[in-house]
């Protein structure tokens, strides 16, 4: 007797998806993957899967809402201002963000783009106040925006190109003996190719985010129209470069990414030079990346532990180790980077 559509797996609609119409791209695996891992649970937390920086500690969100209100000052306190968080998770940095705003002066109404339905149910409870957007297309057109987007751009879908003795290849997702393995597919297009890696060695793997680049020239063009910036955060590269870096995540453990679609969470480092290069096309202004632990540091992070500390000094402990996890190298500090887009006529902006 066969399984109902209903009763099958993702897993299980993916291999069939191939075994009919052949191999797919390792972009719509990852999107499939995700848009169902997303939408049927809440991955953060110690019963979860992962911890974001939000997550660790109210200081994280709160120098992100003092960066902004500074912003926001230094541009002349524009009275229509918006506060946009993309993946908002469960809300915690926006709440953290808007108190520290608050004490500044600014109040801005708040936007969420969020697709998860699990999620925006947290959202409600941290930030009732908050409109809910499916995607770009219904953000306000017609006032400058304060974007922030935190560990939402490594979550998009990658393709992956891959070297081999007879030119460079998308990498596909096939099945073999009814496990999901990677597989050499079509050639790529030379202009898919950085030049300056077009010579790497045979089995040198390119991961390329079009998703990743169409949300920011979306968001750079409102930028740039009605003003505003955007403060990215997450973890990658400065420079685009050749390396597999697609991962999972279940359990607080890494995880085989071919296994058990739609139920870890897949991820790639976020290639911010090709980032930049796009909002620079569109005509925003870059700083950074920085590496997250400098720019905290910059920003006051060990004077706001310190604050906490002397409030709560039974807690002084937890405040420094969760400063540490933030900011030291070989913890969140290096491989995270902070960046910013600025609007062609706003100030530049503190911590670059």
């Known amino acids: 007797m066969k399984a109902s559509p209903d009763e ?3 897993g ?3 291999a069939r998806l191939i075994a009919t119409s052949g191999p797919i791209s390792v972009a719509h695996y990852m999107a499939e993957a995700n848009a169902h891992y997303y939408a049927t649970r809440d991955p953060l937390g110690q019963a979860g899967d992962f911890i974001t920086a939000p997550e660790i500690s109210q200081m994280f969100g709160e120098l992100v809402g003092l960066w902004l ?7 002349g306190a524009p009275s229509q201002v918006r506060y946009v968080e993309l993946g908002p998770g469960r809300g915690t940095l926006a709440a953290d963000a808007l108190r520290a705003m608050r004490a500044a002066g600014l109040q801005p109404p708040i936007h969420f783009v969020e697709t998860s339905p699990v999620l925006r149910q947290l959202q409600a409870c941290q930030v009732p106040a908050a409109t809910l957007h499916d995607d770009l297309t219904s953000l306000p057109t017609n006032a400058p925006l304060l974007v922030v987007a935190n560990e939402f751009f490594d979550a998009l879908p990658v393709h992956q190109l891959i070297a081999t003795g007879k030119g460079w290849h998308e990498r596909l997702v096939g099945l073999d003996d009814g496990r999901f393995v990677p597989l050499p597919g079509p050639a790529a297009s030379a202009a898919a190719i950085p030049d300056h890696l077009r010579s790497a060695p045979p089995g040198s793997v390119i991961e390329t985010s079009p998703a990743s680049v169409a949300v920011i020239r979306q968001v750079a063009e409102l930028i740039a129209r009605s003003g505003g910036a955007l403060l990215l955060i997450d973890y990658g590269h400065a420079r685009t470069a050749a390396g597999e870096t697609l991962q999972a995540v279940a359990g607080h453990e890494y995880a ?3 296994t058990d679609p739609g139920e870890r969470d897949l991820t790639a480092h976020v290639d911010f030079e090709s980032l930049a290069s796009a909002a620079q096309a569109a005509g925003l202004r870059p700083f950074g990346p920085r590496g997250q632990g ?3 540091e910059t920003m006051g992070i060990g004077l706001r532990a310190a604050a906490l500390s002397k ?3 039974s807690h002084a402990e937890e405040i420094a180790a969760a ?3 933030l900011t030291g190298p070989q913890e ?6 902070v960046m910013a887009l600025l609007a062609p006529a706003w100030p530049e902006p503190a911590g670059f």
Request: no cysteine.
């Open 12 to 14: 299980d609609r993916l």
């Open 323 to 325: 400063r540490h996890r």
């Open 311 to 313: 409030a709560a000094p």
């Open 69 to 75: 209100a500074d912003l926001w000052a230094r541009a």
């Open 332 to 337: 969140m500090g290096a491989l995270f980077k």
């Open 8 to 10: 099958l797996t993702l």
């Open 256 to 258: 085989d990414p071919w």
């Open 294 to 296: 400098e720019w905290l």
